[in-house]
């Protein structure tokens, strides 16, 4: 009779070693699956971009986006505060310089105007009763000088007789010494005179000096309150184009508040914004080409704006030889900004692969073209075009540019048409 074996349950430590093996035989199928599959990828030709390297010209610069701007613009501000009453011209028109685009109406300026008019006036009034009281002290000195000029001469007529007269014992002593002391009266008294009139001469002179000066003064105020008053008419600054006018009849603008612009229409320039991490390379006299119309036009920067903002910085153009017939203010143009001189090179076109590689190695195609296979390179500059080829490519080579993502980083790839 037969005996029942009956089965034990494993072990925990059998069951542990069984995970194990099977973990270690699925890594190992795994591997042989990656390898396989990394070793060589099938892709379809319509699915890759393949480009060929060249033999040309390489020329470093970088894509602008420029805005076509007046080559100078004036802005229109208030220089005075006031009410619009009037407007001359609309916006858009064609202005010349001095010509009276609005008028502004303000009362303070236009009472303080009056008040100072009638000060000056006052003044001038003030000034000429001065002078008049001056020439007229000045003509009674002259006719006290005059009298006691003459009192003098009769003094020295008496006292030289007196003097004959007692020398030859014809007079007293007492009557010579009252004809001498007489005479020696009126020559100081002449010489007093005098010395008034000369002080005087000077005081008036000194007084006429302030009067003119302080009338002066006032007049200066008056002409700048007039000019203040004249500012209410607002003028072309030079001859152009009025441009973004924003007034209407009944506002009140505030002194220093932007009223408009004038745009010269003798040319124009092109704005763009260049990024800060070309700062150091952008200089004025850098030469830059847009195309319109199917043209090539030169561009020279001629400012360059060291304030960056959001990571970029601003720099200002204007056209070389001739201006595209038909520009217009506010059009856009795409620029290319020329960083550096054109040298001989071997260029490969540029591609989504540099993401996956760094730019260090590419899939290149064999001669049939059926298959591809991985090569280190070194490029160098690059332009929105091209790449700048330092080694490991050759002029006819032809290379996978599109992204190498799905290739997971196969050894080959075979190409099916």
Same mark, same amino acid.
């Given at each position: 009779?037969?005996?029942?074996?009956? +089965?034990?349950?494993?072990?925990?430590?059998?069951?542990?070693?069984? *995970?194990?093996?099977?973990?270690?035989?699925?890594?190992? *199928?795994?591997?042989?699956?990656?390898?396989?599959?990394?070793?060589?990828?099938?892709?379809?030709?319509?699915?890759?971009?393949?480009?060929?390297?060249?033999?040309?010209?390489?020329?470093?610069?970088?894509?602008?986006?420029?805005?076509?701007?007046?080559?100078?613009?004036?802005?229109?501000?208030?220089?005075?505060?006031?009410?619009?009453?009037?407007?001359?011209?609309?916006?858009?028109?064609?202005?010349?310089?001095?010509?009276?685009?609005?008028?502004?109406?303000?009362?303070?300026?236009?009472?303080?105007?009056?008040?100072? !008019?009638?000060? *000056?006036?006052?003044?001038?009034?003030?000034?000429?009763?001065?002078?008049?009281?001056?020439?007229?002290?000045?003509?009674?000195?002259?006719?006290?000088?005059?009298?006691? !000029?003459?009192?003098l001469k009769e003094a020295k007529r008496i006292y @030289?007789?007196?003097?004959?007269?007692?020398?030859?014992?014809?007079?007293?002593?007492?009557?010579?010494?009252?004809?001498?002391?007489?005479?020696?009266?009126?020559?100081?008294?002449?010489?007093?005179?005098?010395?008034?009139?000369?002080? @005087?001469?000077?005081?008036?002179?000194?007084?006429?000096?302030?009067?003119?000066?302080?009338? !002066?003064?006032?007049?200066?105020?008056?002409?700048?309150?007039?000019?203040?008053?004249?500012?209410?008419?607002?003028?072309?600054?030079?001859?152009?184009?009025?441009?973004?006018? @924003?007034?209407?009849?009944?506002?009140? %603008?505030?002194?220093?508040?932007?009223?408009?612009q004038v745009d010269a229409v003798n040319g124009f320039?092109?704005?763009?914004?260049?990024?800060?991490?070309?700062?150091?390379?952008?200089?004025?006299?850098?030469?830059?080409?847009?195309?319109?119309?199917? +043209?090539?036009?030169?561009?020279?920067?001629? %400012?360059?704006?060291?304030?960056?903002?959001?990571? +970029?910085?601003?720099? @200002?153009?204007?056209?070389?030889?001739?201006?595209?017939?038909?520009?217009?203010?506010?059009?856009?143009?795409?620029?290319?900004?020329?960083?550096?001189?054109?040298?001989?090179?071997?260029?490969?076109?540029?591609?989504?692969?540099?993401?996956?590689?760094?730019?260090?190695? *590419?899939?290149?195609?064999?001669?049939?073209?059926?298959?591809?296979? +991985?090569?280190?390179?070194?490029?160098?500059?690059?332009?929105?075009?091209?790449?700048?080829?330092?080694?490991?490519?050759?002029?006819? !080579? %032809?290379?996978?540019?599109?992204?190498?993502?799905?290739?997971?980083?196969?050894?080959?790839?075979?190409?099916?048409?």
């Open positions: 009779m037969d005996t029942i074996i009956e +089965k034990k349950p494993l072990g925990r430590k059998a069951i542990q070693r069984i *995970v194990i093996a099977l973990i270690i035989i699925i890594a190992i *199928v795994s591997a042989s699956l990656y390898t396989m599959h990394s070793a060589q990828t099938k892709v379809s030709a319509d699915r890759v971009t393949i480009s060929e390297v060249v033999q040309g010209t390489f020329q470093e610069y970088i894509p602008l986006t420029g805005i076509v701007m007046p080559v100078t613009t004036i802005y229109l501000d208030a220089l005075e505060g006031g009410r619009v009453e009037q407007k001359f011209v609309e916006d858009g028109a064609m202005v010349k310089k001095g010509q009276p685009l609005l008028r502004l109406s303000n009362t303070d300026l236009a009472l303080s105007l009056v008040n100072q !008019e009638t000060s *000056v006036y006052n003044l001038l009034t003030q000034m000429q009763i001065s002078r008049n009281a001056a020439v007229q002290n000045t003509v009674n000195k002259l006719n006290q000088l005059a009298d006691v !000029e003459s009192q @030289d007789l007196d003097k004959h007269l007692y020398q030859e014992k014809a007079i007293g002593l007492q009557e010579f010494k009252q004809a001498e002391n007489n005479y020696l009266y009126y020559n100081e008294k002449m010489k007093l005179s005098k010395q008034i009139l000369e002080q @005087d001469s000077v005081f008036n002179q000194q007084q006429l000096q302030q009067s003119r000066q302080s009338y !002066e003064g006032s007049q200066n105020a008056l002409n700048v309150m007039r000019k203040k008053v004249g500012d209410l008419i607002v003028r072309a600054p030079i001859d152009g184009q009025l441009t973004a006018l @924003d007034v209407e009849i009944g506002q009140n %603008k505030r002194q220093g508040e932007r009223l408009g320039k092109v704005r763009a914004d260049v990024d800060e991490h070309y700062i150091s390379r952008v200089y004025n006299g850098l030469k830059a080409i847009c195309t319109v119309a199917g +043209k090539n036009y030169t561009l020279n920067i001629t %400012k360059v704006f060291a304030q960056v903002v959001s990571g +970029k910085f601003q720099v @200002d153009m204007q056209f070389k030889d001739s201006i595209p017939d038909g520009i217009k203010r506010g059009q856009t143009l795409q620029i290319q900004l020329i960083l550096g001189d054109a040298i001989p090179s071997v260029l490969l076109p540029k591609g989504s692969f540099s993401q996956q590689t760094g730019g260090n190695w *590419v899939y290149v195609l064999n001669k049939n073209g059926n298959q591809a296979y +991985k090569k280190e390179v070194q490029l160098g500059m690059q332009n929105p075009d091209y790449y700048q080829v330092i080694k490991g490519l050759q002029p006819g !080579e %032809k290379v996978i540019t599109s992204s190498y993502e799905s290739f997971n980083n196969a050894s080959t790839i075979d190409i099916i048409n």
